[in-house]
């Protein structure tokens, strides 16, 4: 059995899903990861494994350069992992972080996955930011991105092949709801940070509040919880927006299949995972054109797109699929057949084991 060793956060969704994902394939998956597992998730899978689960440190990793300096001290740690579990690949999710230690180690195959911040934020704080980003990449074989806009990103740094292999949905599990309450229910489901724009979508729903007959869903925490609290208040609109806070991951699609438009209309975004995952339930879309979310919708066939920051054209869009449920309807399908045709997890998790088969 091929071993792989997978340096990553035990707690990410898109960590377990890729995780249990190969380890079904019939690989043998060790996590080595640098917080603590939050639950025991993967105890219960035959072919997975928290390889440092009894060394794991409870501190907190201090961010920028100095605190890349804190990997060091986990590099014995790290060699002895490599030594009792005798890995045939190692594979390093987020290249600033888990991609320093992979390439400090200096183990072959190599391979890192960029998640986003890590080539979009991270090497703009600080020319040493960058030479580590470089350096980074410079030590993998081969680099995946979940979207074509952080390949291209990402080629910016490097000279080593950049592959497109996409964070698919499982649409035999993110199926469209049965039944739909009568009232619409407009939502989103994202962290609540500036550069995801959800006081975009509130203000634009305060615009059309009197024209509709809907409320509006926000599903996250993050740290402008307060302020978009206040926000909905000055606005008017309290009574008819509804924060959930922190949800469990595993809640996320029932809360896909109780919203009728999904809104993402993000300043920033790498890639797009809610929103494919809305698609696959049937819903419309309404998506900023920022980063990779035009990526993963077509325009007018399974959603909107509109401009960052532009208030007037959300409300606008919010408003004509508000009242045309032919039009709610037809996205919908549309947006399910597409996720099904180019992002479907079946597909995209052969895509990586034909990978790391060119490679062990």
Not at 26 to 53: A, C, D, I, R
Not at 74 to 89: A, D, G, I, R
Request: charge should be positive; proline fraction near 4%.
């Amino acid at each position: 059995m091929k071993r792989i060793l997978f340096l990553s956060d035990i707690n990410s969704p898109h960590t377990q899903k890729w995780v249990s994902g190969l380890a079904s394939q019939g690989f043998m998956m060790g996590v080595f990861s640098l917080t603590p597992s939050q639950t025991n998730w993967y105890k219960h899978l035959p072919n997975v494994l928290l390889l440092n689960e009894s060394t794991i440190s409870k501190k907190t990793f201090t961010a920028g350069i100095y605190g890349k300096l804190q990997y060091l001290s986990l590099l014995p740690q790290l060699k002895k992992v490599v030594k009792s579990f005798k890995p045939n690949l190692l594979h390093a999710n987020y290249a600033s972080s888990y991609g320093l230690l992979g390439a400090l180690l200096n183990f072959k195959p190599f391979i890192i996955t960029v998640w986003g911040s890590d080539v979009f934020d991270f090497p703009q704080n600080h020319f040493i930011n960058r030479s580590i980003l470089k350096y980074n990449l410079r030590k993998a074989d081969v680099i995946v991105s979940a979207s074509k806009i952080m390949c291209s990103e990402t080629a910016k740094y490097t000279n080593t092949q950049v592959i497109h292999i996409p964070f698919g949905i499982d649409a035999n599990v993110f199926v469209p709801s049965v039944t739909k309450s009568n009232r619409l229910l407009i939502g989103t489901i994202k962290r609540l940070e500036y550069i995801y724009g959800v006081d975009i979508l509130i203000k634009a729903f305060a615009l059309i509040a009197d024209k509709v007959s809907a409320d509006l869903l926000i599903v996250g925490n993050g740290v402008s919880m307060n302020q978009y609290r206040t926000l909905a208040k000055s606005l008017n609109i309290e009574s008819r927006v509804k924060f959930t806070g922190w949800i469990p991951h595993e809640q996320t699609l029932q809360y896909h299949q109780m919203i009728n438009i999904f809104v993402a209309v993000s300043r920033r975004e790498s890639f797009g995972v809610a929103v494919l995952e809305a698609s696959a339930c049937g819903n419309p879309v309404l998506v900023s054109n920022a980063g990779g979310l035009p990526e993963v919708v077509a325009n007018q066939i399974t959603g909107i797109i509109v401009e960052p920051d532009d208030v007037t054209a959300t409300a606008n869009a919010l408003l004509q699929l508000c009242n045309d449920a032919a039009l709610r309807n037809s996205m919908g399908q549309a947006g399910r057949k597409f996720v099904i045709k180019h992002y479907n997890w079946p597909d995209n998790l052969m895509q990586m084991v034909q990978l790391y088969n060119q490679y062990v």
